[in-house]
């Protein structure tokens, strides 16, 4: 059986899926796929789960990093898994390049080279956001290329963990990110 609640971030409301003792789902409630296609199948319950994702998302709102994960299910092809492994190596308060990822992949694939596009739509079908931390991903030349929950919410999640914002560049605007006050 799956299960949903609800979380209330400063970021926005966030919608959790889990089943018996795991996390299935993290997504803000207004991203892209924020809930699955089936939701109707799912029952809105409190699950021991969620307790434990709740506790751990208000330790890392209030700017600390939590020294615990909870119990997660990760779903998917052979190669997203892959990258969603590496993406739990990133440190709190670090980020790493899209490109940095394919090297990483190609070189324990014994590959050439590995495609960053590629890696980029595996890390944009993360299902459990924050905890497998996409956001700390970034294009390169300090790009803030791409996130589900939109690139205002990445920004504040960067920041939220003390990165210098003023290294990378909004997408769009072309123009370096400015320390927030």
């Known amino acids: 059986m799956q ?11 966030m919608i959790l899926s889990g089943q018996d003792k795991v996390l299935t789902g993290l997504w803000f409630t207004n991203a892209p796929n924020s809930l699955p296609q089936t939701a109707e199948k799912y029952i809105k319950q409190e699950i021991p789960i969620f307790y434990t994702v709740k506790k751990w998302l208000d330790i890392y709102f209030n700017k600390k990093e939590p020294n615990f994960m909870p119990q997660i299910l990760l779903i998917g092809s052979p190669f997203q898994l892959s990258v969603w492994k590496i993406l739990q190596t990133i440190p709190y308060g670090q980020t790493i390049t899209y490109g940095d990822i394919a090297k990483i992949l190609a070189k324990a694939q014994n590959r050439p080279r590995m495609s960053a596009q ?37 920004y504040q999640l960067l920041a939220y963990e003390g990165i210098d914002m003023e290294q990378f560049f909004l997408p769009t605007k072309g123009k370096r990110c400015q320390r927030q006050q």
């Open 3 to 13: 299960y949903l609640s609800d979380y209330s971030s400063p970021l926005g409301d």
């Open 118 to 154: 590629a890696v980029g739509g595996a890390v944009g079908r993360n299902k459990i956001s924050i905890l497998i931390p996409c956001h700390r991903v970034v294009g390169a030349n300090g790009n803030l290329t791409g996130y589900a929950g939109g690139m205002d919410r990445k």
